[in-house]
């Protein structure tokens, strides 16, 4: 999804409000010219962007969610391509997946935001497909995390119990 300049600062500023609100700090700063995603990175537990080099503003919310789903003891400690550090990536990739669709029903944001066709390895159409569809793949690892409920129990997903895991 293409986004003019005014749109991209709307979603940062969406996504600095709602971050800031759960715990999660998000700053503009420098960004080595290679990153996992261009133009943000993440540094000690924070989401650093660069708006000269930040392609897809959706990046920073996905980025987030691996902060988010991090265990608390390491969250402060965690560095650049985290998903490719830690040895459990995959279940964690669809935790954050599913963390961030629930952090785009909560700000309202559309999902092709984040879910946009450079990322997500030619799969962006249906994750949105699935998730609007109710098919939340890797969930029980959010539940486990004590992060949310199974859907159909009171509170539960996409709505969050905890939007950072304890």
Same mark, same amino acid.
């Given at each position: 999804m293409q986004t003019s300049m005014e749109q991209r600062e709307t979603l940062?500023?969406?996504f600095h409000d709602f971050l800031e609100e759960?715990?999660?700090?998000?700053? +503009?700063?420098?960004?080595p010219e290679t990153t996992f995603l261009p133009g943000v990175s993440i540094e000690n537990g924070?989401?650093?962007y660069s708006k000269s080099k930040l392609l897809y503003p959706g990046d920073i919310?996905? +980025?987030?969610g691996h902060i988010a789903?991090?265990?608390?003891?390491?969250?402060?400690?965690?560095?650049g391509?985290? *998903?490719?550090?830690?040895?459990?990536? *995959?279940?964690?990739?669809? *935790?954050?997946?599913?963390w961030t669709w629930a952090a785009i029903q909560k700000t309202g944001i559309p999902p092709e935001v984040v879910f946009h066709p450079a990322g997500y390895k030619n799969a962006s159409s249906s994750l949105i497909d699935n998730f609007q569809e109710?098919?939340?793949?890797?969930?029980?690892?959010?539940?486990?995390m004590k992060m949310t409920k199974n859907p159909g129990e009171r509170g539960g997903f996409p709505q969050m119990t905890n939007w950072l895991r304890p």
């Open positions: 940062i500023e969406t759960i715990g999660i700090v998000l700053r +503009e700063g420098e960004i924070e989401v650093v919310l996905h +980025e987030a789903v991090t265990d608390s003891s390491k969250r402060d400690s965690i560095s391509n985290v *998903a490719e550090v830690n040895s459990g990536k *995959a279940a964690e990739e669809q *935790a954050v997946l599913l109710g098919e939340f793949e890797g969930l029980d690892l959010l539940v486990w």
